[in-house]
């Protein structure tokens, strides 16, 4: 069983749509990072967060730690939201001990128009 | 744009060769991260470098090594290429200085670099 299991594996969504998509790891954490990876490779940060909810534009990120899970919500699906999500768990940190980022396999993301 | 640069961006070698990848993160940050992504096994972390120090080493093969330069540049070194090794490696940057909770210590990625190996 990996550390940091993702659902869906693929998602396929109607412009418009709500979109989640789940992440739940099994080893402690720092901090969770939601990343979105284009067709192109490049990565982009989306979000990392230790508690809580962020939000940004219509994205939305939630982690309950007790119960080690976290959720990406896109409100308003858009074509251009298409992507590969990937969730990634940071153990470790700070100046005085090295971290690591822990990756879900990634979610194939496709919102038709 | 992130601020993370990496060269090259793409590169073709033949099994048995030595490449070495290039990235300079962004100003101010001292952390320096290699990931590698193929096919099969995903994104994986292969080693972190502090302010020119080791700190975190990952799923990262005898065959390839890294280091990380006064000027806070890092590179990383992959010898004796065998056709698994063909994946992009992605470089990420943070902060990790002193004041900051580590939870604050947001990486940003650059844009890749496509190792080939024929």
């Known amino acids: 069983k990996n550390e940091v299991e993702q659902s869906p594996q693929n998602l396929t969504a109607q412009e418009g749509e709500f979109i989640t998509i789940n992440c739940s790891y099994s080893?402690?954490?720092?901090?969770l990072h939601w990343l979105q990876q284009h067709p192109g490779g490049g990565i982009v940060s989306l979000f990392m967060l230790s508690s809580g909810k962020k939000k940004h534009g219509r994205l939305i990120a939630t982690i309950n730690i007790q119960e080690k899970h976290s959720s990406l919500h896109i409100t308003a699906s858009h074509p251009r939201d298409s992507a590969v999500y990937i969730c990634a768990v940071r153990s470790g940190g700070g100046e005085t001990s090295g971290s690591r980022l822990t990756f879900g396999e990634g979610t194939q993301l496709t919102v038709n128009p | 744009d992130s601020g993370v640069t990496q060269t090259p961006k793409h590169l073709i070698t033949a099994t048995g060769q030595r490449v070495t990848l290039r990235c300079s993160p962004r100003?101010?940050?001292?952390?320096v991260y290699w990931y590698q992504q193929s096919l099969d096994q995903g994104l994986q972390f292969l080693i972190q470098?502090?302010?020119?120090?080791?700190?975190a080493k990952g799923n990262i093969l005898e065959r390839f090594s890294a280091q990380q330069f006064p000027d806070l540049h890092s590179e990383l070194n992959l010898s004796s290429l065998e056709l698994g090794d063909s994946a992009l490696y992605f470089c990420a940057s943070s902060v990790e200085s002193s004041g900051v909770p580590s939870s604050y210590n947001e990486q940003f990625f650059g844009p890749g670099t496509r190792l080939t190996v024929l």
């Open positions: 080893v402690g954490i720092s901090a």
């Open positions: 470098y502090y302010n020119g120090e080791e700190r």
């Open positions: 100003s101010g940050d001292l952390s």
